[in-house]
Each structure stands twice: as C-alpha cells, then as structure tokens.
C-alpha cells in the first residue's frame, strides 16, 4: 500500500514557530532540536500529547505509517468517523485492520497547537492506558532520534551543508554503525535496514511499537533455523486480527553493518506480514541510541551497553564490548529525566539502576503521582507486593483519577487476599470510568474471580459492546464463557460464547477446552469428547484430558477414561482439587468411578 503524506509542509511550519535548541555545530552545519519526553509503561514507549484539550498518551509507533486512535478514544471524545477512501486497506501484524478515519480540531504536541489533524480509527486497545498511536506520520517530520533509553525522542532539523555529517554527536570516540536506509519509492518513511540473520541476507524494519525483536518463519527457515529448533513460545498479536503462532529459537549470529551480536534467542512469528524477514522492537531501541536522517537515507547507531535482545533465556546474546558509547549522565536533580530513565531501566530489565532512578524521583517531586506508580510496577516485577501496595496507595492519594493505578491495585489487594479492598476498587472503577474504557476487560475476570456474575458479565459486555473487532474478542468471549459455565448459569449464552471465541480463533486450545467442559455442564459428552480431542491435539492441557475422561467415562469408555485420569493427574496432582474449586461438582462421582479400583 504506497502512502503520500501531503500534510508535512504544514506540520513543519507549525513546529517551525517552536523554540528549537541548538544541539550540536559543525563547519557549514547546524543542528536544533525539540525534545518530546517518553515514558515506557509495560514495555510501551509513550508520550503525551492533547487532542481536543483532553491529556492523551499515545505509543510512539516507529512501525506504524500513519496515526490510529482507537475505537474508544474516538467513543470518548464524541469524533465524527467517516470511511477509508475507496480501495484503501491496512495491513496489520497479524491479519487485516478494519478502519475509519476521524478528523481531530486541535492536537498539542512539543509545545505546538497543530489544526485539523487527521487520524486513522481501529485496530487493538494497547493497554497502559494509551488512547492511540503516534506513527511516522508525525515522527518523519524531521530527522528523528531515538535515545529510549533516556526516556526522549528528539526531532532534529539540519541546517546548511550537512550532506556528509556524521549525525551521532554523542558518540565520543565509540565506532558509530552507520547503515543505508532502504527505500521502496519516494513516499516511503519505513525505517528499513539490510541485517544478516545467520549469514543470511535479509530487511529488517525498526519499530518501536514491538516489545521484542522477532524473525518471520519464512526468515528464520532461510536462515538454517529448522523444525527442531524451535520452543513453542505461545502465540503472538499485533496490528490486526488474529494471532499467530509462535517460538523461540537459537541464532548463531545477527550482523547490522559492522555491527555483530551472537549466540541470540530470538523470538519467531508465523506472519507472513514481514516480508522483509525481521522486526527490531524496543529491546533494540532501548540497548541503542539511534539517529535517523532523511536528507542522507542513513540511520547512525550506538550501543549503550547491556544485553541487546529480550532475555529469552540467561545470559542470552553476546557483543564486543569496544562498541559500547559512553552512557549519558542524567541530572542528579531532575526528577522526570531520572523518572524516565528508571522506567527504561524496568524495561531492560535492569531493576537495580531502575530502583535507584525511581527512589530519587521520588524524593525530589513527592507531589507526582506518576513516579510512584512507576516504582509500585518496578516493586511488582520484583514480586515485593507490599512495597508495591504503598506506593499505589501514595499515587492514589495524589491523583485519585488514576484509573491504572486503581486497577493494579485491585490486583494486589486480591493477591493479598483483600477481597472487600478489591470490590471497592472495582467499584469506585466502575462509577468513574467511560462504559468503553479498556480497563472494562480486567474489571471482568477480577469480577470473575470473586464469583461476582452479574457485575462480571456486565463489565464483560460493556467491552464486547465497544471493542466488537479487537484482537482480544475470542479471549474475553471465552471468559465470558467459562464463567457461565463453571457457574451453570446462562449455558446457552455460555456455549454461543465459546462456539464464536473458537470461530475467531480454533488454534487456540483454552477455548476449545472451555467448550468442552461447557457441552460437560449441558450433558452432551459426544460434542464434548470432540471438543477436548480438538484442545489436546492443540496441547495437552490437565484441564482438558480431565475433562475428555469424565466425557469417555459418560460414554462408558472406562478403559480410555483411566488413561486420561492418570495424565492428567501426572500433569497438575492436585487437579481434582481444581476442578472441585472451579465449580464443576458433578465431576467428583465421574472421576472416582472411573479411577483404577472402582
């Protein structure tokens, strides 16, 4: 799909009325700069921005041609939508993206009010309360530089002869990997570089907006990567519906103009979206600070030390460690700086130098909610859920409208068996937030926990009712589903559920395991028998040869009935406990009858 953006001359002038820094000089060139603060939540790079005058993070999507808001977004801010022009399609990660378009009268970014900007409209909810994306639409502008790691993006703007600048002016005296931009036509802003993956020539796009690096099937296949070498690694989402398959798997060697990390495990996707092979994500970005030009078609790149790739496995890739530019020292007393450095860090997973940034932060700006949200998620990874618990109750007391952080704390409340803290949390959420608000989802399977079906199944419908092409539909149907059914109640909407969840997506098992047990409750065993051997041909789920034995034993097929008692029993000993807890009390005198001796 070729893309022409006609609205740059305007933007730029817009920003033109911006106070620029000046960055950096050289004989005959002059670099000034805009800087836009990011902070990566949950693996997200995000910034803040303003759409009608309402404060909206958005995810700075470097993979992304265009700017998307989603569907709720738009819901909130009552937009007019109206459709894509005739033949136009989008072409996501993982499937096709369903569409509109929706016209914004004022959108604040980098210190500029910008008139009647134009969004896309669809696509998945991304969580950590972002309302859209940010994509190459806005990041092309100007010369673009991603220092992540910091927490910053730059927009730069060269003036004068710069034609053979050398645009990594932090480098110091660390080599600079400097590779050509790969171009398919004028109008194309992707940020496209030749790797090797193995010896094998292949594109690789950077893109911010993946957490992880990933190969396609087709690039790791043409690399020598073989069927014996890949780990099941669940499946993948993205842009799109639908998900695919996936793996981890190791890689001998990944070279980038000069540029050579070895023994990787990287993670492999079954799309055949990337037809350039790979995508570099934020674990790239983060252990890298990267300067895009456009004039030049360069990109210049320095290492900033560290594991490069998401640690799949211990110890995971190596690098020569002369390549590493000299880290950029960061105010001592300049809390947000520290604060996004931190959140980077928690990224990198580099929670010592994370705890560090955070607890000053903190100290410094003990008025800013935001930072002590980032420590309780950095507390969480570290599993130190009381520690996490005080700080959320701080940043809670600073910004009660803090709608993640409420959530999240539902979480830990529940975690730390305060289910009367939890319902209250659910239910001040509940009276605050917009019926489309994504948070619905978690709302429902915290609801769900509790046995709270009728507050369960309507947040649960609240979020179907506005997310009806999201890519997490068949997740929150199944839910939906297997609350109904563990509970016996509503079977019929139960088994419309999980028939739709496992029409939307057959490959995963957990949904046709829940349409099994929910045949189970309805006492119909032969379709339920079809629907676990369905689950157990995907993996062989405890659940789900627990359930075909109790099916087999109503067919009176005791012999096979044993047999998946016992496996399933070797899988998970304490299952029958399990499906005890889980409602299904009709299953005690099946199972016990059908064990070996009775």
Not at 21 to 28: E, L, Q
Not at 484 to 492: K, T
Request: aromatic share 8%; with cysteine.
């Amino acid at each position: 799909m070729k893309h022409h953006d006609r609205r740059r001359p305007r933007l730029a002038l817009v920003l033109g009325s911006v106070w620029l820094a000046t960055a950096r000089s050289w004989a005959g060139c002059e670099l000034k700069q805009i800087e836009m603060p990011v902070r990566i939540v949950d693996q997200r790079p995000i910034a803040t921005l303003t759409l009608n005058g309402v404060e909206a993070k958005m995810l700075l999507d470097s993979g992304a041609f265009y700017s998307f808001l989603s569907p709720s977004t738009a819901a909130r801010l009552n937009l007019p939508l109206r459709g894509l022009p005739y033949g136009f399609q989008i072409e996501g990660y993982t499937g096709s993206v369903e569409a509109q378009r929706t016209r914004v009268d004022k959108v604040g970014l980098l210190g500029a009010d910008i008139p009647n900007v134009e969004f896309l409209v669809g696509g998945n909810e991304l969580g950590a309360g972002i309302m859209g994306i940010l994509g190459r639409n806005f990041l092309s502008w100007a010369d673009t530089e991603y220092d992540l790691a910091h927490g910053v993006v730059r927009m730069n703007f060269p003036k004068g002869d710069c034609d053979d600048t050398v645009f990594a002016y932090w480098a110091g005296q660390a080599p600079v990997i400097v590779a050509p931009l790969e171009r398919k036509g004028s109008g194309d802003s992707t940020l496209r570089v030749a790797v090797a993956i193995n010896g094998k020539r292949t594109l690789a796009i950077l893109d911010t907006g993946a957490p992880t690096t990933a190969l396609s099937l087709r690039a790791a296949r043409r690399a020598g990567i073989e069927e014996r070498d890949l780990t099941p690694h669940g499946r993948a989402g993205g842009a799109g519906e639908g998900r695919v398959r996936s793996w981890t798997a190791p890689v001998a060697m990944f070279e980038l103009a000069g540029e050579k990390i070895s023994n990787n495990r990287l993670e492999i996707n079954d799309t055949d979206s990337l037809g350039e092979g790979l995508l570099l994500g934020l674990d790239y970005f983060l252990s890298h600070r990267l300067y895009v030009s456009r004039e030049q078609r360069k990109i210049y790149i320095t290492w900033n030390g560290g594991s490069v790739f998401a640690p799949l496995q211990a110890n995971s890739g190596t690098f020569d460690s002369q390549y590493a530019a000299l880290p950029q020292e960061v105010d001592r007393n300049d809390a947000d700086a520290l604060a996004r450095r931190g959140a980077a860090a928690v990224a990198a997973g580099n929670f010592p130098r994370a705890l560090e940034d955070l607890n000053r932060a903190c100290e410094l700006a003990p008025g800013v909610a935001d930072y002590f949200f980032a420590r309780a998620q950095l507390h969480l990874a570290m599993r130190q859920s009381r520690l996490a618990l005080a700080d959320l109750d701080e940043a809670l007391r600073l910004e009660p409208a803090l709608a993640e952080a409420r959530l999240r704390r539902a979480w830990v409340r529940t975690a730390l068996s305060d289910r009367p803290g939890a319902l209250d949390e659910l239910a001040r959420l509940d009276s605050e937030l917009p019926p489309s608000s994504h948070l619905r989802e978690e709302m429902g399977k915290l609801y769900a926990l509790f046995d709270q079906a009728a507050d369960a199944l309507r947040q649960f419908n609240l979020w179907t009712g506005s997310h009806p092409k999201d890519a997490r539909l068949p997740q929150v149907l199944n839910d939906r589903c297997w609350l109904r059914a563990r509970l016996n109640i509503e079977l019929s909407l139960a088994l419309q559920d999980c028939r739709e969840a496992v029409d939307k997506d057959d490959g995963e098992a957990w949904y046709l395991d829940s349409l099994g047990w929910t045949y189970l409750r309805m006492g119909d065993a032969a379709r339920a028998q079809k629907a676990f051997d369905s689950a157990i041909k995907l993996k062989a789920l405890p659940f789900s040869l627990y359930g075909r034995a109790l099916a087999l034993r109503k067919l009176d097929d005791a012999a096979g009935s044993e047999r998946d008692l016992a496996a399933a029993r070797k899988l998970q000993p304490k299952i029958d406990d399990e499906v005890r807890k889980q409602g299904f009390e009709f299953a005690d005198g099946l199972a016990q009858a059908a064990a070996p001796g009775h």
